[in-house]
Each structure stands twice: as structure tokens, then as C-alpha cells.
């Protein structure tokens, strides 16, 4: 039986699942490319071990090291997004929520005494 590293226990199952699907996407991408992992782990100056880790979503694989691949396989631009403040949908509600928050909360004219 495997032991369970500090990253799976401190990862949600939802968030091991997405890493799962990742890594099966790069697995893929790299497979359509023609690339073998030898190849793609040398071009990554990673190891195999590390790249086929990567490819099955486990989370002690860094960050780096993923957007390196990414970057290699021609998918960076795609991952830029993930994060990116413009699409937040959850940000811009909240924004709206509280300009109409500030407009609502605004002295209005027959509550100033000159």
C-alpha cells in the first residue's frame, strides 16, 4: 500500500480529481504531438519519474514544472486564463454588489440640514 503524501492529504478529493484530469490532458496532448515522455521530460530538463508524476495529476509536482510543460506543448496561454481577474465572475458580482452598496448608503438630499 502506497503512503499518502503530505500534499494528498492536504488537497480536496475535488481538487485531486481536477489534477487527475489535468494531468490526463497533458498526457494526451503530448501523446497527439508525437512526443515521447523521454523527450519531453529532456526538453523540460526534468526527470521521466517527474514528468510521468505530472501526467497522473499528483500534487508534489511543482507548479513550475507544470507550466514548463505547458509551455513546451503550446498550452501556457490557455492556463494564463485560469486565473485571470477579468473573467472572475464571482469578483464581479461582488464589485457590483458593493457599488450598489455605496449608492444605496449615499446622504440623499432631504437628510443634509444646511
Given amino acids: 500500500m502506497a503512503k499518502d503524501s503530505l500534499a494528498d492529504k492536504a488537497i480536496s478529493p475535488t481538487a485531486l480529481e481536477i489534477l487527475g484530469r489535468l494531468g490526463q490532458g497533458i498526457r494526451i496532448a503530448r501523446s497527439r504531438r508525437g512526443i515521447r515522455q523521454e523527450e519531453l521530460a529532456k526538453r523540460a530538463s526534468m526527470s521521466r519519474v517527474r514528468l510521468r508524476k505530472l501526467e497522473k495529476g499528483d500534487p508534489s509536482v511543482g507548479l513550475g514544472a507544470l507550466v514548463q510543460i505547458l509551455e513546451i506543448l503550446g ?5 494564463s486564463r485560469v486565473a485571470d481577474p477579468s473573467a472572475d465572475e464571482l469578483r464581479q458580482a461582488l464589485e457590483a454588489r458593493q457599488r450598489k452598496s455605496r449608492v444605496d448608503n449615499k ?7 444646511f
Fill in 75 to 79: 498550452l501556457l496561454e490557455q492556463f
Fill in 107 to 113: 446622504p440623499k438630499a432631504e437628510d443634509l440640514y
